[in-house]
Nanobody, 125 residues
């Protein structure tokens, strides 16, 4: 049974950077698509980014394209989200997720089988 644990969240000023990590355990996720989602208070959980098992293909929400970078290290069973030029509207709880599916709807939370507990990111203006 797999488990995902996020870390790296915190408080940062607008324009700053943070790097989130998602460590997987319990089973290997090296053949899974991995994704990041975020949820602000009172809002739905939104897609942020996803990456194929090889790392060759990455996908981003329009709102973060050019500012965020998703990557993975399968040897460490870890996925990363580098967030630059952060804005107050990026404030949310960020969740890591794993999908053993075919990757047709990586922007949909229903595509994913495993979820982490989330890490808070707060961007002050």
């Amino acid at each position: 049974q797999g488990q995902l644990v996020e870390s790296g969240g915190g408080l940062v000023r607008a324009g700053g950077s943070l790097r989130l990590s998602c460590a997987a355990s319990g089973r290997t996720f090296s053949k899974d698509y991995m994704g990041w989602f975020r949820q602000a208070p009172g809002k739905e959980r939104d897609f942020v980014a996803a990456i194929s098992w090889s790392g060759d293909n990455t996908y981003y929400a329009d709102s973060v394209k050019g500012r965020f970078t998703i990557s993975r290290d399968n040897a460490k069973n870890t996925v990363y989200l580098q967030m630059n030029s952060l804005k107050p509207e990026d404030t949310a709880v960020y969740f890591c997720a794993a999908s053993g599916g075919l990757g047709y709807r990586l922007d949909s939370s229903s595509e994913y089988d495993y979820w982490g507990q989330g890490t808070q990111v707060t961007v002050s203006s």
